[in-house]
């Protein structure tokens, strides 16, 4: 018997096949987890809204060819739209491991339920605490940020289990929730960056590595850097942060511009909300 799904996953842009999506039906942002809940905290949250301009992405993911799986919205897991968190999936495997907060922990048992079902080869990374929206792949390169959500311990284990990648521990301030808020690679050549916030011998690497597109300080709050590349250079990208879209469209990138902006008062956008399964 052929198995209906399975992962594979070299870099951030190459064509996305499959991809895991979780509808933010119990969303809130009552627990208050970042500094972007924080600052929205007093502003309300519509659900049907989020809900709405979720279903309005699935859609648009649907009408260019990538096939979205749905995990099952649970009630205790108001942050479980951020699908990225859960896992990663590296090569053939998905790599599933222990959330930071307290809010969040029991959402991979979801994830690891329906990976099980459906025959997926996984990995189990308990007692590593290292979360999906740190880990960005880019070929033999893998970058992980180290960060209040991803401790240094799980970075080492990743850098033993895979020796044949190049494995870069990158510090960055606790000013931001997980390394693609401040930065994410959408090419062999091209990268998103906030400066001035990780390490800055590695921001010097990844400026002698990569074109780095810079985002300014206020669409870094409105998650500039967290688009979902879809391969062929198309990119899912918010319509409020204009300076980031006029530089992808001046580099050749087709802008999808989708708004999800009551999805982002809770701390993540389009790569926040997509784990890739399949891509290639």
Same mark, same amino acid.
């Not at 599933?96 to 079902?117: C, P, S």
């Given at each position: 018997?052929?198995?209906?799904?399975?992962?594979?996953?070299?870099?951030?842009?190459?064509?996305?096949?499959?991809?895991?999506?979780?509808?933010?039906?119990?969303?809130?942002?009552?627990?208050?987890?970042?500094?972007?809940?924080?600052?929205?905290?007093?502003?309300?949250?519509?659900?049907?809204?989020?809900?709405?301009?979720?279903?309005?992405?699935?859609?648009?993911?649907?009408?260019?060819?990538?096939?979205?799986?749905?995990?099952?919205?649970?009630?205790?897991?108001?942050?479980?739209?951020? %699908?990225?968190?859960?896992?990663?999936?590296?090569?053939?495997?998905? =790599?599933?491991?222990?959330?930071?907060?307290?809010?969040?922990?029991?959402?991979?048992?979801?994830?690891?339920?329906?990976?099980?079902?459906?025959?997926?080869?996984?990995?189990?990374?308990?007692?590593?605490?290292?979360?999906?929206?740190?880990?960005?792949?880019?070929?033999?390169?893998?970058?992980?940020?180290?960060?209040?959500?991803?401790?240094?311990?799980?970075?080492? =284990?990743?850098?033993?289990?895979?020796?044949?990648?190049?494995?870069?521990?990158?510090?960055?301030?606790?000013? =931001?929730?997980?390394?693609?808020?401040?930065?994410?690679?959408?090419?062999? %050549?091209?990268?998103?960056?906030?400066?001035?916030?990780?390490?800055?011998?590695?921001?010097?690497?990844?400026?002698?590595?990569?074109?780095?597109?810079?985002? %300014?300080?206020?669409?870094?709050?409105?998650?500039?850097?967290?688009?979902?590349?879809?391969?062929?250079?198309?990119?899912?990208?918010?319509?409020?942060?204009?300076?980031?879209?006029?530089?992808?469209?001046?580099?050749? =990138?087709?802008?999808?511009?989708?708004?999800?902006?009551?999805?982002?008062?809770?701390?993540?956008?389009?790569?926040?909300?997509?784990?890739?399964?399949?891509?290639?």
């Amino acid at each position: 018997m052929t198995n209906k799904y399975k992962a594979g996953c070299k870099t951030e842009y190459d064509t996305l096949r499959k991809v895991i999506l979780c509808e933010p039906t119990y969303m809130n942002i009552d627990s208050e987890i970042n500094e972007t809940q924080r600052r929205y905290s007093d502003k309300g949250f519509n659900v049907k809204l989020a809900i709405d301009q979720h279903r309005s992405f699935v859609n648009k993911l649907n009408e260019q060819g990538v096939e979205v799986i749905l995990l099952s919205a649970k009630q205790l897991f108001p942050e479980q739209v951020f %699908t990225r968190d859960i896992g990663f999936t590296l090569g053939q495997t998905v =790599y599933v491991a222990e959330m930071a907060t307290d809010v969040r922990r029991g959402e991979d048992e979801v994830l690891k339920q329906w990976l099980a079902e459906q025959h997926v080869q996984f990995q189990n990374l308990q007692h590593y605490r290292i979360e999906g929206g740190d880990v960005i792949i880019d070929g033999s390169t893998i970058y992980i940020g180290q960060s209040d959500r991803t401790e240094h311990k799980a970075i080492k =284990y990743i850098q033993d289990l895979l020796p044949h990648y190049e494995v870069i521990s990158v510090p960055f301030t606790d000013t =931001y929730l997980h390394l693609d808020c401040v930065f994410n690679v959408l090419s062999p %050549t091209e990268a998103l960056l906030y400066p001035g916030e990780i390490d800055e011998e590695i921001e010097k690497h990844l400026y002698s590595r990569y074109n780095i597109i810079e985002v %300014t300080k206020e669409e870094q709050f409105t998650l500039g850097t967290n688009v979902l590349s879809i391969g062929d250079k198309k990119v899912f990208s918010q319509p409020i942060n204009k300076n980031v879209n006029k530089h992808l469209r001046d580099c050749g =990138y087709d802008v999808i511009e989708v708004d999800i902006s009551e999805i982002i008062k809770s701390g993540g956008a389009f790569r926040c909300c997509t784990m890739p399964l399949l891509r290639g």
